[in-house]
């Protein structure tokens, strides 16, 4: 994660070199705020659009406040069906909420965003979930630039336009003066433990033993379960010898992935709150909580609270081994 965001801050420091929203802190306030910086440049034509619709420039010239703003790009409102995208710029309302959705209070730079693993709270009322894999993902978008710095606060740049669950809703059933052809906007796809790591290559050596081990259908089935998975970095720490051993041995292989899972949807709250927790291979694993990091037996909780259609999944940095396995 530290090198992510080294190389994340990097990326938004040569990108905005010649911008004044990236000069020292001393000079902070010769930056443009975030109205400002969105009406400038072109990448965000359709954003300045939608917040002129939504009656929000004032709002994001104020030079007293202090927020933090995912900004999607043209790419993104086009990724939109152009009758829904139509839909919201014509109903104010709407709009407001999709675009204070993408907007926190505060000025959050990316070490902070990616820490917050029970969400962030959006000036909408709903949280934005952060994902950290080979890429950060906010909801479903993926960020693709970050710490662009304004006088009032920061923008990260995001692939996706994102949808509260309310204006879904609203989309899904027409509100007033939107008509009875609204247009609907399609449900997220619900996606169960094993489409989650399976569409995550920081996974990728997980999925492979998952398939070994013959587990694929059990983590697909309804559970719940709370899956501890270990990265493919995690499985990087076994030697090579001993980890290709493992995958050839059914028995001993099955043993460690389910000492991985726990039946029941377990979350980050609830963890921490034990000291041990029985796993579906019949062993018991330790649960520690030391200066704030949270421990499964020798392996550190990297992310939290992943939700999937059948579960949940915490991230581990080490594979966890039951008793005389390996």
């Not at 995912?70 to 939109?80: G, L, Y």
Request: charged residues 20%; neutral net charge.
């Amino acid at each position: 994660m530290r090198q992510w965001i080294l190389g994340l801050t990097l990326l938004s420091s040569v990108a905005f070199a010649s911008s004044p929203a990236t000069q020292p802190s001393a000079q902070a306030n010769t930056r443009p705020c975030i109205a400002d910086l969105v009406s400038t440049l072109p990448q965000f034509s359709t954003l300045k659009v939608a917040l002129t619709e939504a009656g929000l420039v004032d709002v994001f010239k104020d030079k007293k406040a202090r927020y933090t703003v995912f900004a999607p790009t043209n790419d993104a409102f086009a990724k939109v069906p152009k009758e829904t995208l139509d839909t919201l710029l014509g109903n104010k309302e709407l709009l407001t909420k999709v675009l204070t959705y993408h907007v926190v209070k505060g000025a959050i730079t990316s070490p902070s965003v990616v820490r917050q693993k029970n969400g962030l709270l959006t000036l909408q009322g709903e949280k934005i979930q952060v994902t950290v894999g080979s890429d950060v993902l906010l909801d479903e978008a993926k960020l693709l630039q970050a710490d662009v710095r304004a006088c009032n606060g920061v923008v990260h740049v995001i692939d996706s336009v994102l949808v509260p669950m309310e204006v879904m809703e609203a989309l899904n059933e027409p509100a007033p003066g939107m008509g009875a052809t609204a247009p609907v906007a399609p449900a997220p796809e619900c996606k169960d433990i094993v489409d989650i790591a399976a569409g995550n290559p920081a996974f990728s050596t997980l999925v492979t033993a998952v398939k070994a081990a013959g587990l694929v259908d059990t983590l697909k089935s309804a559970g719940p379960f709370t899956v501890f998975a270990p990265t493919n970095d995690a499985f990087a720490k076994i030697p090579a010898d001993t980890l290709n051993g493992l995958l050839a041995d059914k028995p001993a292989l099955t043993r460690v992935l389910t000492y991985h899972v726990v039946a029941g949807k377990a979350m980050a709250a609830d963890v921490v709150k034990l000291t041990e927790v029985k796993m579906v291979s019949g062993d018991t694993a330790r649960v520690m909580v030391m200066d704030g990091k949270v421990m499964l037996d020798n392996a550190n909780v990297i992310q939290t609270d992943i939700q999937a259609c059948n579960g949940v999944i915490h991230v581990l940095d080490s594979v966890v081994l039951p008793p005389h396995v390996i």
